[in-house]
């Protein structure tokens, strides 16, 4: 039961970080479906900085997975300036946008890993093989029956993470500049006759959400994939979407709902391992979240309210 | 020392395709109450937001106390103490009233020396002093969304107010109120100048600028007409400096005949997605050759009714009636073959397809019968000759006729094209929902005329309208609406202009 | 300069703008890759070369026993056949105003389903199979496209979230069918579907050369001028069009929006069937366990490159073919990972999706040069009431 908590969890947060750079930038009014393709980008940006300092600082060197979630924040940044300028600048179709990024995600990261590779070691490998992170329990949290399987064998990141989510709801709701960024997927056009810069808001919503998506991925690489390679892209991007739209776009809701999608694909497995299922039919479990998500949709997709102006791209001359 | 406090001196301002300002110059002085009149496009409303730090102008300067200035936003322009109340209301529904008014200027705080945090809780106490000072009464802490439309335009009033503006613009105020709220307006705008603040007045409403403004400037398609003394020119004379001609105030209404009832509505009530009520047990008749109108402020439920007669929305209860037919179930289509033509309110987003040809938009009513289409093949010369004779019928401009995009045409051959393609349908009922809302003299003038010949014709005509002077110009029987109840319907004799603002704002009397 | 800007301007404001915008992403694409690949140290031209030499369109130095240049040119047809039929799904649910992500499942399902059925069926003619395979395709498609529709209309479920989840769900489930139940043990993937069954004849002999006929081409083309016919000049093709462009003016002018959006989701489904079983009793005979083909993302940058026109999918299928199909060829002989294909296709695909901004700077530039021939003729006339006048009607 432990172990459902532990790897619920583990899943949980790294989803519910991209949901909430995904939310960022939809409340600023900028529809995002491209946080597949901001993960992947910012996951391969952090597992070739740990590629690239594992032999400088000691395999093993625990330091290396915090450069490389610094290093998939800022390439995940990096990268969302393409949404950003299609959709700001020029104005293009935000989801047809969102796809795009997602396809090009893929293409560039499988090219440059295999670039990466074979001028660092001369093989021409589509992945990047990462060292495990290590886990603390937090002492007497963790000896709690059930729910203290929360505590046990923790990732480092998911504290960071923890700590990420409590500041960013923070800055989204009690900061002017949270206020403002709201105002500004509501409707654009108060926040530009009250002073303040749509545009500039906009990116830097866009940014925050590549940055966040970056540390999602990078932190889904090394606790469920141990390495960097094309399997990457797993739909999570889009259960981060979905997440975001029951929690019906605030931070509180949606924490729940990733909380509900980690413990429905770790509970799945587990369930899977108890009844003495062969291996094969892992695959019917990993299904779960999928379906769980497409369940959900349908009864909470109704009463949802998006903030008023995603989706449409800002234009300073209408009235 | 100037004499003015505000001057714009040959300000040229072009757009894509238009000039919106051409050399205008204005000179405003302290403390009075100055008018820009002019139809819609006449640039009144570019020229004020250039002052309000929206645009900057191409050629031209803009003196604020005889000091040249340069704004390149709204900020700048607040800094010298000008503030503007838009037409299209700058409010953030989820937001409270105070978060509303103090948005760009948040009293901020460092909770535990560190942390950057908006004193609501300072901003609600500010408000609720400053709301009281100015007779301008509201609760800081209700949502925008759940505030009327007279509330709406105080919060836009006091976001000027907070920030201290001293200069204040008021474009199109009147536009969304009923009489009785029209006149608490023009008394706060009274008080304001009282207290020593300069108003800038646009509208196209002459009336109101003979009971409030001192001066009053004219323009006309983006040039300045003339300044004059509101005091020394009569209506007549400024109506027609706005138009260029001479204007015609009344239409020629010939006496009523009515025929037989072609649409009776019974019992209908109609509820919103929060299963509220927006229109309560409402039932009025109209004959061929009546035009019955439906007066009230915006937001009471008459858009729902015109919705759920026309089929957009549904009925929750009552039965709708048309030429015998109870349609109360049936789909658009049929209700449009029973007799039902539609003009909406929302023209172009809803009357109109915009990256669609103009041809296939005169189709639309039509697209799936003979001879449009024939076993579900479209025929494109039907087409064609459909739409040519409707462009000769209704004089709509459009570059590259039949083939014309119609997001390339003016709104007001859009508007043309959309009134034709409904009268071409010749049906039993015609609805209405706000048919000149936006337009200018010329296009108001013909929509009259052409609503006229409808009800001539022996067409019911079901006029839906928040233009009161319309109302009891054209209507021959008036229902008001207040919060989705028909309080009062009359024949149109028997009420004045004064009677129907009282019912619009829900006083019933005996 | 500005000569050349008012040349494209001009080109991008009239009749043929949309495949000027085409034209043009192309030409940035290949500039792009060419940069790139001179950073690698490569020669371009001897790249975009290799990749024409990996299909056919030109010939290689040398041939291996039993193919030749038809072989690569068939090969590469082969590999096209799928890709359009994907792509003209993409555009049919696009002119409803809907974005079906959901291809590769579609595809994935339908090609799974029709290989149980009919692939493994060993006692079928093939003029029995291979109808059936193309029936059970586009029903099989069909129902999931209605499926996705049906969520949409009735629970307001965005479709891109609904497929993606639907192709993940498709992924696990045909993953497990086939790895419990149909597996081939050597190869790890599904056993192979009967050549009865399959839509490509496989080891035909032309000449001494070991062709594959895509016999499922002439669908595909087929299927491109009916989609074309249907969109210009079918009453269904004008209803689905207003749906997609306004769905306020759709319902007010009495067209039945749930219907249309069903009837577009279903076809674009039924569509994406035919592309997988083209695909996968086709392009290929097996389905690899949970792996969704990449084509059913490729048909996005195909349908936007095409501008959304059918007829003009067949053309950018054949582009985006060229680098897809030409990219084995074109590393092994210049030693450069093949994955530049698909960054080549995405590099495309963005260059693609500005051509609205390229349009819109074309509008403007063109608004800016009548306005200043206008100026300068103003200048002799004094500027009166009446040319604004005529200006605003």
Known sequence: MNKVFTDGLSFALPLLIMAVGALYSEKSGVTNLAIEGFQGVGAFFGALAATLLAPLMGNGNQMIIYIAILCAAVGGALFSCIHGLLCIRFRANQVISGVVINILSVALTAFFT????????????????????????????????????????????????????????????????????????????????????????????????????GIGGICFAYSLIGNFSPSIYQGFGYLAIAAMIFGNWSIGPTTLACLVFGLAKSGGLQLCIAAGLPSNYTDLFLMLPYVLTLLLLVFFSKKNHPPKAAGEPWDKSKR | MSEYIVEMRHITKRF???????????????????????????????????????????????????????????????????????????????????????????????????????????ANEQISELSKAYGLEVNPTDRIEDVPVSVRQRVEILKMLYRGAEIMIFDEPTAVLTPQEIDFLLQIIDNLRKDGK???????????IKRIADRCAILRQGRLIDVRDVAESSVQDLADLMVGRQVRFTQDKAAPNFRDPVLEVQNLTVRDEHKFEVVKDVSFTVHGGEIFAIAGVSGNGQEEIADAIAGLVKAASGKIILNGKDITGEPVRERCLTGLSYIPEDRNATGTIPDMTLQENLALREYYKEPFSKKGILQHDAFRRYADQLIETYDIRCAQGPDTVLRSMSGGNQQKAIVGREIEEQTSLIIFVQPTRGLDIGAIENIHRQILQERDRGAAILLISLELEEVMMLADTIGVLYRGEMLRIDSAENMTMQEVGRYMMGVREA | MKKKNIFL???????????????????????????????????????????????????????????????????????????????????????????????SGQMLLAGFTATVLVGYNKALSPFIAKPLVLLIGLIVGGLTGVLVGYLKYRFNIHEVVSTIMINYIISYLTGFFINNYHVDMMTRNSKVCTPEARLTLTNVMIGDMKCKIPLGLIIAILIALLVSFLFRKTVLGFEIKAVGQNRRCSEYSGIRVSRTILISMGLSGAIAGLAGVAYYLGYTNTIIPKSLPSMGYDSISVALLGSGSPIGSIFAAAVVSVFQQGSNYMSSSLGVAKEIASLITGILLLFASCGNYMKYLAGRTMQQTSEIASQGSSRTAPASPESKEAKTK
């Open chain 2, 16 to 122: 894509p395709g238009i000039i919106a300002n051409n050399d205008v110059s204005i000179g405003i002085r302290k403390g009075e109450v100055y008018a820009l009149l002019g139809e819609n496009g006449a640039g009144k409303s570019t020229l004020m937001s250039m002052l309000f730090g929206m645009y900057e102008p191409d050629e031209g300067e803009i003196l604020i106390d005889g000091k040249t200035v340069t704004f390149h936003s709204s900020t700048d322009a607040a800094a010298c103490s000008i503030g503007m109340v838009h037409q299209h209301f700058k409010l953030v529904e989820p937001f409270t009233i105070a978060e509303n008014i103090v948005l760009g200027v948040e009293p901020m705080e460092k909770r535990l020396g560190v942390l950057p945090w908006v004193n609501i809780r300072k």
């Open chain 1, 114 to 213: 295999s670039a990466a590779n074979t001028a660092i070691n001369g093989t021409a490998s589509n992945k990047f093989v990462l060292d495990v992170s290590a886990r603390f329990s937090i002492p007497l949290l963790s000896q709690i029956p059930w729910i203290g399987g929360l505590f046990t064998n923790m990732y480092p990141f998911e504290i960071i993470i923890i700590v990420l989510v409590i500041i960013l709801w923070y800055l989204l709701n009690r900061t002017r500049f949270g206020m403002r960024l709201r105002a500004c997927g509501e409707n654009p056009q108060a926040v530009d006759a009250a002073g303040a810069n749509v545009i500039r808001i906009r990116w830097t919503a866009v940014m925050i959400s590549g940055a966040l998506s």
């Open chain 2, 198 to 208: 300069t108003i800038i007045l646009i509208t196209h409403k002459i009336a109101e």
């Open chain 3, 9 to 103: 301007a001009r080109r991008l404001t009239g009749r043929y703008a949309s495949l000027w915008v085409s034209v043009i992403a192309i030409l940035l694409t290949i500039v792009t890759a060419s940069i790139l690949l001179l950073i690698m140290g490569k020669n371009p031209l001897t790249a975009f070369a290799s990749f024409l030499q990996g299909c056919g369109f030109l010939a290689k130095e040398n041939y291996g026993g039993g193919s030749g240049q038809l072989t690569d040119m068939l090969d590469f047809l082969n590999y096209l056949t799928p890709l359009i039929l994907a792509s003209l799904a993409f555009i049919t649910a696009f002119k409803a105003g809907l974005f079906n992500i959901g291809i």
